[in-house]
């Protein structure tokens, strides 16, 4: 059974940064990546990355934010940098089975970004 764990969220101030995590369990994964819901808008891409470590990220990501993972651990990670007021969201890991290209989706961490 595929488990996510997420963690990492919470409250900081404009030009701050935050780093959000997403352990994964159950499966071998070959794309892991965030995405982001903003109050009253649609789930959007932040940034993936491939089991080889090729990497997609948002044109609002890019610059500002950095996915990585770890492959033994089963962990992607999301440092977010020089965040903005607009980056407040709840942040979703997603993992794709490798077995079967299968999408599981943790259960979001809120990320506020305000003064």
């Known amino acids: 059974q595929v488990q996510l764990v997420e963690s990492g969220g919470g409250l900081v101030q404009p030009g701050g940064s935050l780093r959000l995590s997403c352990a994964a369990s159950?499966?071998?994964?070959?794309?892991m990546g965030w995405y982001r819901q903003a109050p009253g808008k649609e789930r959007e891409l932040v940034a993936t990355i491939t089991r080889g470590g090729n990497t997609n990220y948002a044109d609002s990501a890019k610059g500002r934010f950095t996915i990585s993972r770890d492959n033994a651990k089963k962990t992607v990670y999301l440092q977010m940098n020089s965040l903005k007021p607009e980056d407040t969201a709840v942040y979703y890991c997603n993992v794709r089975r490798a077995l079967d290209g299968t999408n599981y989706w943790g259960q979001g961490t809120h990320v506020t970004v305000s003064s």
């Open positions: 159950g499966s071998i994964f070959s794309t």
